[in-house]
């Protein structure tokens, strides 16, 4: 169930952290880094939207309840 | 005969020795050192107790040992409590145990190392055993007291620090009866789920006794085996377990526990808005540089040149046509003073003038007659004056 999400959440970042790389380095076309600089803010308010309404979640695994082995 | 009446069987002796010690060591300590103990599988515990010059066999059933935090090592100095039995089939007695405990901290200090010494030596510290924990985990299982301090903080800073993730509790006891058995079952139950990244397993401070289960062999192997990465968290800062050597990453802390296993909201949100500050200016920046190199190309003399010969040569035809204006305007002149000039020259012809300065045209038939000898004096004449024609010599 929140599996997707969270991986996508993760690779967002990743490629978040990619595209600064890239436009760090500054040896691509100024088409191309403006289209990877429009790439970097979606995915920096995806992140940022995710990061910002992210609740805790907490369950408890329940024991088989020993049947009579330890009396 | 005599012998008869005081020979015993050997079951009456037996019997009488049996009843004798029984009755007369109901309840009794015994201090002396552990060997050859053996748990069978049943769960009872069979060991000898010695000292220097002397030992004596115990058994300890499964009902009362696991009441016992620690688990007994051969050589461990320990104080039991029980009453002697007497078994008859094989004509021995032994110390049947109910409770037992170490015979000081030394004890457990002394065992610590040596379980420690043990499963080093079998390699479960090795780090090449250790696993990688996961830097995004999406869900943590924890291993610990549902109740316990402990778990408050690890929910309560996970909330805070990165409310992504998911914590899984297998509750477990964390000290005493079988507290270790239980931290084994909720690892093995936590690795039973498809999708825990990261196992944590702890509790909070306190003394070498209370974090024992944590220093059982049973819980070293049973982290040794976890498939997931297991972070061990016990005690404070200062308390090493066992189960800290044989984890994939020791914590000092349960709170520190979930600082290490999770990345920080804090400093993701600074990445983002890092990101999206230093980028808008870097690219805003990468595009005034290409506006300026633009400029640059346009102002430049060979780009230029274009626009100078359209400006040149819009000059050199603004000039033509100005000359060709003037010229066309000098003839135009030119002309018009001719035409004036003949036209004066007409008009100075222009009879209506002359007619105006009292001169009179006489006229025949329509035609001017400018010689008197032209004159028919029979025929009508016309006198055109300035201002009106009159015939004469009309009769």
Redesign the interface.
């Known amino acids: 169930m929140t599996k997707k999400k969270d991986n996508s959440f993760e690779d967002s970042l990743k490629r978040l952290q990619e595209i600064s790389d890239t436009l760090e380095k500054g040896e691509i076309s100024l088409e191309e880094s403006i289209k990877l600089y429009e790439e970097g803010i979606n995915l920096a308010k995806f992140c940022y939207t995710i990061l910002k309404q992210a609740e805790l979640k907490v369950t408890e695994l329940k024991k088989q309840l020993e049947n009579g082995i330890k009396e | 005969m005599l012998e008869t009446a005081n020979i015993f069987s050997v079951s009456e002796i037996t019997n009488l020795i049996k009843v004798t010690l029984e009755e007369n060591f109901q309840e009794i300590n015994i201090i002396g050192e552990i060997s050859n103990f053996k748990a069978h599988i049943s769960g009872h515990w069979y060991f000898t107790l010695k000292d220097a010059n002397a030992q004596i066999s115990c058994t300890m059933w499964r009902?009362v040992n696991?009441y016992v935090f620690f688990t007994p090592q051969d050589g461990m100095k320990v104080i039991v409590k029980g009453k002697v039995t007497v078994y008859p089939p094989r004509g021995s007695y032994q110390i049947d145990v109910r409770s037992m405990k170490p015979a000081g901290i030394g004890e457990l200090q002394a065992a610590f190392e040596k379980l420690k010494q043990k499963l080093s030596d079998e390699g479960l510290f090795d780090p090449v055993h250790k696993k990688p924990v996961p830097k995004?985990p999406?869900k943590i299982g924890i291993a610990t007291a549902?109740d316990g301090a402990a778990f408050q903080d690890m929910?309560s800073i996970?909330?805070r620090r990165?409310?992504?993730?998911?914590?899984?509790?297998?509750?477990c006891k964390v000290q005493g009866e079988?507290a270790a058995e239980e931290i084994v079952?909720?690892i093995k139950?936590?690795n039973k789920?498809k999708?825990i990244d990261i196992i944590i397993i702890g509790r909070g401070g306190g003394s070498l006794e209370d974090l024992w289960a944590f220093n059982e062999e049973i819980v070293a192997r049973a982290v040794f085996d976890s498939k997931i990465p297991i972070i061990s968290a016990v005690g404070h800062e200062i308390d090493f377990t066992i189960s800290d050597f044989v984890a994939d990453l020791r914590a000092p802390t349960p709170s520190a526990a979930i600082e290490l296993a999770t990345p920080n909201?804090d400093d993701?949100?600074a990445?983002?808005?890092e990101?999206?500050y230093y980028?808008?200016e870097?690219?805003s920046g990468?595009?005034n540089d290409?506006i300026q190199e633009i400029e640059l190309i346009t102002s430049s003399y060979g780009f230029r040149l274009p626009q100078d010969l359209i400006k040149s040569n819009t000059q050199f035809l603004d000039n033509s046509l100005l000359r060709f204006q003037n010229f066309f305007d000098n003839r135009m002149m030119i002309d018009a003073n001719q035409l004036r000039l003949m036209e004066s020259k007409i008009e100075s012809y222009n009879i209506t003038n002359t007619l105006k300065r009292g001169f009179v045209l006489a006229k025949q038939e329509g035609k001017i007659v400018p010689r008197k000898e032209k004159i028919e004096l029979t025929k009508p004449i016309e006198l055109e004056f300035y201002d009106g024609e009159i015939k004469i010599n009309n009769d």
């Open positions: 009902g696991n995004f999406r549902i929910k996970a909330a990165f409310p992504l993730i998911e914590l899984v509790i297998a509750p079988s079952e909720s139950l936590l789920q999708d909201r993701l949100f990445f983002i808005s990101f999206s980028f808008t870097k690219i990468i595009i290409n």
